[in-house]
């Protein structure tokens, strides 16, 4: 137990750190949203009086600006067990359980750990 203690020190240590660099960088992240919004907004009522560009090259920071359109592009998706559940018994009503099972059959032991993990949790 007591190898533990320098490294568990370190450890709450390093997570204390990474959850104040995480409030910080979600403060940051709702910023882009509001900001996401007026651009929205900006955008929209300028296109009403004339196009604007899809692309806008930054030169000083080496970026490019690109405006994706509603209609025109697909976000990135997931879907969850109970959706795909859903959706094999609305397709497949007569063998939506049994491909379901079977999917989760193999999807499993894809999921089981190889390694440790750790978490902090508070006290109950």
């Known amino acids: 137990m007591d190898s533990l203690r320098p490294v568990l020190a370190d450890y709450l240590d390093v997570n204390r750190k990474l959850s104040e660099v995480n409030l910080r960088a979600n403060d940051l992240r709702d910023q882009r949203r509001s900001l996401e919004l007026d651009l929205t907004a900006a955008y929209a009522e300028a296109q ?9 090259e930054l030169k000083t920071s080496q970026l490019v600006f690109q405006v994706k359109k509603p209609g025109e592009w697909k976000k990135g998706w997931t879907l969850s067990k109970k959706q795909l559940h859903d959706y094999l018994l609305e397709i497949l009503p007569e063998h939506g359980e049994d ?6 059959r193999r999807h499993e032991p894809k999921l089981t750990a190889t390694d440790y993990s750790f978490e902090l949790k508070p006290l109950e």
């Open 48 to 56: 009403r009086r004339e196009p604007l560009p899809d692309k806008i």
């Open 99 to 104: 491909v379901m099972r079977e999917i989760v």
